[in-house]
């Protein structure tokens, strides 16, 4: 088969044996070109996904620390990493507070820079 072309793999551009549709000279190469392709969206999940992560086990750890509710301050939060950015959901009861949530715990804002620490009843 002299008028053949060869056939390069689209990850490292060695030449590729086999199947005709072949694009990749084995499984490393095409794992490492699609995790190459979507590497910028996928850190940007993977950041807010820890971002959100790290809020909850603050306000897990608020609780842990004095029981089925807490209060704490803004700054406190801040101390500790809290984004205030990164939620969620949000949750309004009947009197109109409007709650906060990382997961299933989550904050009320309170006056003074205060907030009430919750966590969300499981059904």
Sequence with gaps: ???????????CGKPIQGRVDKKFCDDYCRNAYNNQRTAA???????INNALKKNRNILAELIKQQGE?????KQKLIEEGFQFKYITHTYTNKKGNVYVYCYDYGY??????WYLI??????
């Design 1 to 11: 088969m002299e008028n053949e072309i060869e056939r390069k793999c689209q990850s």
């Design 41 to 47: 969206s996928t850190k940007i999940v993977r950041n």
């Design 69 to 73: 509710i807490a209060k704490t301050t």
């Design 108 to 113: 009320l804002p309170l006056e003074n820079d």
């Design 118 to 123: 919750v966590r969300q009843k499981v059904t």
